[in-house]
Structure formats: C-alpha cells, structure tokens
C-alpha cells in the first residue's frame, strides 16, 4: 500500500552545527565544541528550513555493494538510534568526517552541516525516531534598516541562509532497519545527486508499489516509441492509451492480465515487449514483477499519464488527439491510402459534436 510518512508534529531533542569545506582545495572542517542550546523560537525558524523541502513521496534505503553492513552513514544512524544521548554528537562527527571525504571534486561547495535528532515521526502508522542531515551552501544578501538615535535611517546587508530553500538533506527514519532503514532526500540536479545521493548516503530507492507502478509505466512509454513504426503512430496511441487505462481502472497489477488486455490477440508485440521488459529491468536493476504483482498508486499514474502522448500529429496542419483506447476498439478510427489523392487519411466515426 501506499507509504505513509507524517513529520507535521514531530519534535527536534539534538542539533549539532558543523563546518564542512571542499576536500580538493584542502579547506578542512569545522567541529562543533557542543550541541546548539535549542529556544523555543529557533526550534521553529529551523523546523521551517530542514522540513519544508521534502516531498516525501519516493522512498529510500541505505545500501552497499558488497554488504550493507560497510555503508558508513548506516552505521552511524544505527549507533544514534540505539543510543541518541549517548552517540549523537560523536555519531555526527563521524558523518562530517565522511562528507569531507566525498567533497572533493572540484565543483562542490562548502558549507554548514547540520545533523538533528527527531521524536514522534509516524511512518506507517508506527511512532519512530528519525536522523536529519543537512547541508547548506549557498548564501544571500540581506539589507537591514535601522533607526539610529537621530531616528535616521541607516541601511547596511550582511550575508545568510535564505530558510525558505534547503540545498541538500535527508532524514533517516528508524523503520525497517534490517533492509537499509527508510530514507527520504530532497530532489537534486544530477550532478548533485550523484556526489550526495550515490557516493556520501549510498542509498536506492525502495522498490514499493510507487516505485513499480512509476518504472512499469517509464517502460511502457519507452516501448511505444520503439515498438511501432512512423506509418503506425494510430497503434502506439492505441498502446498508450491502453496501458494507461489499465493502470486507471485496476487497484492491482498483475502481469499476465495486463499482456492479455493491451495486447489481445497480438503475439508478435507480446514477445517483443517481455524482451524489451527484460532489458528495461535489468538496465535499471527492477526485480521483475511478473510473478508477484504489485498494488497501483494512483497518485503515481495521475501524475505520469500527463506524458502519455495521445496524438498524431500530420503534415497538413491537423492534429488527431485520442483521449480513450476505446475509440479505436470501437471502431471509430480508420486509416487508410486514397489512390486518386495520392495520400494516407484517417477517418473518424462520431455521433454528435461537442
């Protein structure tokens, strides 16, 4: 089912402020003598800057080619959850020492880490504890105005962190530990992604039902534009629509059901779409799906189903939109060559005009 993640109520116990530089212009660390004295006030602007860019709609684990015993930040979460008192601030060093040794390409800046300890996150219905990593790099220039003595205006800037945008974080949730606990990290360009995604956390995305219903649909759209040639662009529209309508109709995927109802009688196509799946998932690393199914997220298909091309668009400045795979099961689409005119036609079947 759907994953279900509320940080609306939680509460921040730790807060550790470091220093992080660029590891290949040598520019060091910076380590906290002690944990931040948290107000009341300050708990509230911060709860702002490290919660509000998160999504938390993809999920991921923490992993390791090898075993996943030798990821680091796994380690240091899993010391913090068995013990936050004890090992939250020497865990956190641990995290700064292993960011500083992932920073250093040339392009990566420097900049403030902070690491938080969380209570009362509900991920599934369970009240857990989460661990907040957070980088802030970029900063901003802010005027201040002021009265002086002669009430004058005086205007001066300094430069700060702008709250409303978090530039790399993540929160580790204390769910599901033996497989890589469960991770949430906000979107990243690629190169960023890599650098924090791949080399500092070394996490994958948890292959749940959004996971599935998002890769299968990815697929799908990737074999229409392989599968079917220019002169058959009525019959990839036909696929799209047909796959679409499936992941709207149904609340379960199930393999052998979906081939029977996209594809009907077609076994050409059926061949060259398992050989294609097969690629697909071993591109990517997918387990396959075939045996087991997965549940659909519908939020998942609302949002994909935008990029699911319905048109054919032609060379004399018309365009045919099919919003339904019903309309050529139905018969109401044909297509065919006029001798006389010397060109292909499309002729559609309707009753009355909208």
Known sequence: MEQNIHIDQILMEQLVLHRVGNKSMEEGIGVAKKLFNLTDELREVLMTYFIGSFKLEDLYEFNHEADLSMNEIYNYCTAIFED??????????HILKHLYDKSNHVKIKGGELYVAYFKDCVVEDEMVDAIGIFKAENKDTYLKLKLDEEEEWTLDFEQGTDISNLDKGCLVFNKE???????????????????????????????DERFHTKAYLDMCKEFGKKAFKEEDKHERVDFLNRSKDYFEHYKEFE??????????????????????????????????????????????????????????????????????SEAQAEGFLERGYDDEKGMKYYKIYFNNEK
């Not at 924090?196 to 292959?207: A, H």
């Not at 081939?259 to 050409?268: A, G, M, R, S, Y």
């Open 255 to 324: 393999e052998q059901e979906f081939k029977e109802v996209i594809f009907e009688d077609n076994h050409d196509k059926v061949d060259s779409f398992e050989a294609h799946k097969q690629e697909f998932q071993e591109k990517l690393g997918i387990e396959d799906t075939a045996d087991n199914g997965f549940f659909i997220s519908k939020p998942v298909v609302k949002k994909a189903k935008r990029s699911f091309k319905n048109n054919i668009q032609l060379d004399t400045q018309m365009e045919i939109k099919i919003l339904s």
């Open 177 to 207: 530990k033996e497989s890589g606990f469960r991770v949430v990290s906000i979107d990243l360009k690629s190169a960023d992604a890599k650098y924090w995604k791949d080399e500092f956390l070394s996490i994958t995305q948890v292959q």
């Open 84 to 93: 936050p008192e004890q090992h939250f601030y020497e865990q956190s060093i």
